[in-house]
Each structure stands twice: as structure tokens, then as C-alpha cells.
């Protein structure tokens, strides 16, 4: 099954700048935070212009955050970047300004969990470790036992054991790459595609998943929104912005003319938590982005 899914991986693999080969580790570690919530394609994009201007550790761990910010642009989940940019310095600080390869040691970096350091250690520095998310999930749970429905998932625990009997000694990043690819366009989370999978003479669950969907988890919203949009949002104004703006002014920026009380209490709200998180800077009822 290992070979026959490389072999897959040969003549389909996804190209992206974060997989050529010998890459820089800091090119794969800021890859991985930035795909953590961004899409693949976005990532593909804005990957380059950030590396020209934070081509090293170093580099960002010397910028100013507002200039982290500004160069975050588009991505969403602005906490990620100023997250990277204490990684940076943490980097700079601790090991010379060398990404570390070890899991223990990347896990020790602020921001840095259980799949980006496995990520990091495997696809920069060909560790054979355990790397899960969410395509690779999805794929062993349904190749290691016969699974009734889509939404079928096992335990991280039972998914590390199976995985540690599976992954190659010779090539566990192109492994993962290919796990994680058969995840994203064949063996997909709605609507697998048994029928093209490579490895549907050995899945148990092949031609035999019925479709489920799982409850929408709720995230606070403000007028159908998800909070988190109107954040990016004010990010984005003060982003775009060569001076502070007045609450006011972001208020009617973000809902025109029939503005409420409560929209400009929710305005007050998500500036102070904006503050308090680093990404900008209150004066009275002013607010620009942080230097």
C-alpha cells in the first residue's frame, strides 16, 4: 500500500513553493502557520512577498509589529503573525537564528503545537514523526478499519499508533505529502472519490461511506457575522490607514449609516480586545495599528 500511494504521489503531487526540495526551514515553518487557516492557494500567493521582506528569523524578530501586520495582509487571523514574530525572536534568541529540528525543541517555541512542530521536523528536516491534520486524519481513519460514514474519525491516539506502523523510514515527508494530498482531492470529508483512489483494493471503507455531516460548531457573531470577521475587518481599515482613525470613523466604516448604539458598543469591544492583544494601539476614542 506504501509504495502504491507513492507512486501515486509521483505523478500528482500538488506543487508548492513550501515542497521544493532542500528548502529553507523557516520557509516551511511560516508556511505551516500560515496554512494552519488559510487556504492552500491564498498561501501559495502571498508566500514569496512575505519571505522577501522576513527571509530569516532574524528579519522578523527585528521588525516592528505593525510592519508584521501589514505584511499579514489578506491572510486572516491577524494573532497568527505577531504569534510568528515571538517565535522569530524566540528563534533568534535560543538557537542563533536557526530553525531547530527537533519536535521537543520546536514545540518549546511560543505558538508552536503538536502538528506544526511534527510538520516542521518531518518536511524540513525528514524526521520520522507522527504529522496529523485534518486530510490525514480522514485518511487513516478510513484505510485502518471499515468506516459507515463520512464523518468517521478516530481518536488522535489510535491514529498515532496506526500511523507509526505505516509511515516509510526513507521517505517519511513524501509520505505525508501524498497522505495529505489523497485527502485534499480524492478521499475528501463529503464526497470521496472511491472509485479514482489508488489505494481502493485496500481500503476497507472504500465504495461503502455514507454521507453525514457533523453540527456547526457556533462561534460569537454580531449581525449574522462571525465576530472574528468584523476584527479582521477593523485590522484591515487601520491596515490600510497612514494615520490613527476615530471610533466614530470605524464605526460608519463598518456598518454605514444606520449604525446603532450596539454596533458601537461591539466596535468599543473588539478595539479594546484588539489592544489588549497587541495588534493596536487606543488614544481616547482613536485607534491606529501598532507600530
Known amino acids: 500500500m506504501v509504495s502504491i500511494l507513492l ?85 533568534t534568541e535560543r538557537f542563533a537564528g ?57 481518536d488522535d491516539t489510535t491514529l498515532t499508533a496506526y500511523a507509526e506502523s505505516i509511515i516509510p523510514h526513507d521517505s517519511p515527508s513524501q509520505w505525508h505529502h501524498a497522505v495529505m494530498d489523497l485527502g485534499a482531492t480524492i478521499c475528501t470529508a463529503r464526497s470521496p472519490q472511491c472509485p479514482l483512489c489508488p489505494l481502493q483494493d485496500f481500503c476497507p471503507s472504500a465504495h461503502v461511506l455514507q454521507q453525514a455531516s457533523r453540527p456547526k460548531k457556533q462561534e460569537p457573531s454580531w449581525r449574522g457575522q462571525p465576530r472574528r470577521i468584523w476584527r479582521g475587518r477593523i485590522v484591515e481599515f487601520l491596515r490600510s490607514s497612514s494615520q490613527e482613525a476615530s471610533v466614530h470613523n470605524i464605526t460608519t466604516r463598518l456598518f454605514g449609516s444606520d449604525t446603532t448604539s450596539e454596533d458601537a458598543d461591539f466596535v468599543q469591544s473588539l478595539l479594546t480586545s484588539l489592544a489588549t492583544e497587541g495588534m493596536i494601539v487606543r488614544k481616547g476614542q482613536t485607534a491606529q495599528l501598532v507600530d
Do not use: H
Open 98 to 154: 536557526r530553525v531547530p529540528g527537533e519536535v521537543d525543541q520546536l514545540k518549546s517555541l511560543p505558538g508552536i503545537g503538536p502538528y506544526t512542530s511534527a510538520a516542521v521536523a518531518c518536511f524540513a528536516f525528514g524526521r520520522r514523526v507522527v504529522v496529523l491534520d485534518v486530510n490525514v486524519r480522514r485518511v487513516y481513519t478510513r484505510i485502518s478499519r471499515r468506516c459507515t460514514t463520512t464523518v468517521d474519525v478516530d
Open 7 to 91: 507512486s501515486w504521489y509521483s505523478t500528482t503531487a500538488r506543487v508548492f513553493f513550501w515542497r521544493r526540495p532542500n528548502i529553507d526551514p523557516w520557509v516551511v515553518l511560516v508556511s505551516e502557520v500560515m496554512l494552519q487557516q488559510t487556504q492552500a492557494s491564498r498561501v501559495e500567493q502571498r508566500l514569496p512577498e512575505f519571505l522577501d521582506v522576513f527571509p530569516t528569523p532574524q528579519a522578523m524578530a527585528e521588525a516592528s509589529a505593525g510592519t508584521v501586520l501589514k505584511m499579514w495582509s489578506g491572510m486572516g487571523y491577524n494573532r497568527r503573525a505577531l504569534r510568528l514574530q515571538e517565535t522569530a525572536v524566540a528563534i
